[in-house]
T-cell receptor
Framework: ETGVTQTPRHLVMGMTNKKSLKCEQH?????MYWYKQSAKKPLELMFV???????ENNSVPSRFSPECPNSSHLFLHLHTLQPEDSALYLC??????????????FGSGTQLSVL | SQQGEEDPQALSIQEGENATMNCSYK?????LQWYRQNSGRGLVHLIL?????REKHSGRLRVTLDTSKKSSSLLITASRAADTASYFC?????????FGAGTRLTVKP
């Protein structure tokens, strides 16, 4: 148990559905992240929130919409996805400081299949 | 964009042997980290080495860093079947962690 909980663990959705992924961290961290992991590809950083403000958006399509209502919760809202969006979506958190040695704590991920 | 790049892509060894994985990166870094991932699960932090360090140990893990060559290696000694997993290096890029595609390690009992 890393202190980062993701739900659901598995999700199957059609291309016209709307769904949300949820992430909750119990570590008191001030930064949260969404990563996408496709088979045999590097992890792709999607979004970064620091102190509840979005600081990074790596040209992610608008069909992915993040929300960070407070420092403990992070959502990824999904709508009109494509089959190529099928992947493992990982949430992570860290405590950002001035040392520059922040470690990431990951949840177990949501395995998403888009039909 | 990808920062670290692991080599080899896959490695298969017998239990008890040592496993060495390499990582190369492109830009200057504050630190380099290694993570482990069991299939279909999240990544778990293993060890961090700062840019002013050359070698670090943690249990059966040994990490080296050569900033002149922009490379790092992870050595797992006396491997066990439970070490079977994917291993990733990660570097900080403007305070965002970026990962390579990983090395898939299989340790046969």
């Amino acid at each position: 148990e890393t202190g980062v909980t993701q739900t659901p663990r598995h999700l199957v959705m059609g291309m016209t559905n709307k769904k949300s992924l949820k992430c909750e961290q119990h570590l008191g961290h001030n930064a949260m992240y969404w990563y996408k992991q496709s088979a045999k590809k590097p992890l792709e950083l999607m979004f970064v929130y620091s102190l509840e403000e979005r600081v990074e958006n790596n040209s992610v399509p608008s069909r992915f919409s993040p929300e960070c209502p407070n420092s403990s919760h992070l959502f990824l809202h999904l709508h009109t996805l494509q089959p190529e969006d099928s992947a493992l979506y990982l949430c992570a958190s860290s405590q950002d400081g001035t040392e520059g040695d922040e470690k990431l704590f990951f949840g177990s991920g949501t395995q998403l299949s888009v039909l | 964009s990808q920062q670290g790049e692991e080599d080899p892509q896959a490695l298969s060894i017998q239990e008890g042997e040592n496993a060495t994985m390499n990582c190369s990166y492109k830009t200057s870094i504050n630190n380099l980290q290694w993570y482990r991932q069991n299939s279909g699960r999240g990544l778990v932090h293993l060890i961090l080495i700062r840019s002013n360090e050359r070698e670090k140990h943690s249990g059966r893990l040994r990490v080296t860093l050569d900033t002149s060559k922009k490379s790092s290696s992870l050595l797992i000694t006396a491997s066990r079947a439970a070490d079977t997993a994917s291993y990733f290096c990660a570097t900080d890029d403007n305070n965002d962690m970026r990962f390579g595609a990983g090395t898939r390690l299989t340790v046969k009992p």
